[in-house]
Every structure is written in C-alpha cells, then in structure tokens.
C-alpha cells in the first residue's frame, strides 16, 4: 500500500511543537520508512504594524497537522498515543486519507510561499474607519471594497455632506 496523507487533530496553539514531538517518536521507534512525513500547513503574510511591515506565518488550518504514513497498527497506535494529538479526521474512528487533489491543494499553498505574501488587511465591507494620514486625515469612512492583492482600501467619505469615494492604502486606515 502506497504512503498516503492523514490530518490529525491536535492541541490548537500547540501544532509545532506536537509535529515535532511525534517526529521523535518516529525516530525512536524506527519507523522513519512508515512516517515519512508531518506537516504543519502554513502560509507567510505580511502585516503592518506601528507603521513597520512585518512577514509573519499563520497557519492554513489552526488545530490541525498533516502526516504522510503507510497506515497500519504500529504507526496508527504511535500517532494516537503521542501527547498532544487528539485524533485522526474521519468517520466513525477509521481514519480516511486525503484525496490526491486536497494534498495537492494545500501543498500548493505552501509552495507559493516564496513568491511574494499575502497581505493581511483585517477591514471588510461595511466597517467604518478613522483615516490615520495624508489629505483626508480624521475623517471617518465606510469601507466598500478591499482590494488585497495591491493593498488597498476603497472609503467612502463624506465631504461637504457629499459622499466620496476615495482608495487608500490599508495601513492609513484604523477601525474604529
């Protein structure tokens, strides 16, 4: 039977330290050639904070890991009883391994880390905001698209009780 992907439960806050927890156990158990694999799928973002851009990683999928095993009772019992690892992701208590297209999904998500990272813009659709700078500063406005991929925020701005739309970037922008 060929290695295939299980997603394991696991502590939430805890997924790399329980990855690296379980990769130890492998080693001690010899079982390097049965458990090939753990990942703990995550992806680079930038954000600004106090006006400085900072690259930081989040995971894809808080709570969760990734193992590439040949399935049987002695991995099945090793990950089970590792601390941290609450259980397999399937139906009934049998574990059920990811499709091909899930992997390649989520490995993909992975790989693009190395092009330039996603921009975390935590403002949507609705929300009223406070301009931090340039010409509109202290005016309040009401967010009406967010526009990630260049980093910028479409406002609406009322002016002389006439409503503007003006593009900012997202870091001149506080909620409020």
Do not use: C
């Not at 992907?5 to 790399?16: D, F, G, I, P, T």
């Not at 990950?79 to 574990?95: C, M, N, S, W």
């Not at 340039?134 to 991929?149: L, S």
């Amino acid at each position: 039977m060929p290695m295939q992907w299980y997603v394991l439960r696991v502590q939430s806050n805890r997924e790399n330290q329980v990855r690296d927890n379980l990769d130890r156990r492998v080693n001690a158990a010899g079982l390097e050639e049965r458990i090939t694999d753990i990942i703990v799928p995550n992806e680079q973002v930038t954000e600004i904070r106090g006006g400085k851009r900072r690259i930081t990683e989040r995971k894809i999928y808080p709570g969760y890991i990734m193992v590439q095993m040949d399935l049987d009772d002695d991995t099945w019992f090793l990950v089970r009883e590792t601390p941290g690892i609450g259980d397999f992701v399937g139906a009934h208590l049998k574990p059920v391994a990811m499709k091909q297209r899930e992997v390649d999904k989520v490995l993909g998500q992975m790989a693009h880390q190395d092009e330039q990272p996603k921009l975390k813009i935590d403002f949507k659709v609705g929300d009223t905001v406070k301009i931090k700078e340039g010409p509109f500063e202290n005016f309040d406005g009401i967010v009406e698209e967010v526009i990630e991929t260049k980093g910028l925020v479409r406002v609406e701005v009322t002016i002389f009780n006439r409503a503007t739309r003006v593009e900012l970037e997202y870091w001149k922008l506080e909620a409020v």
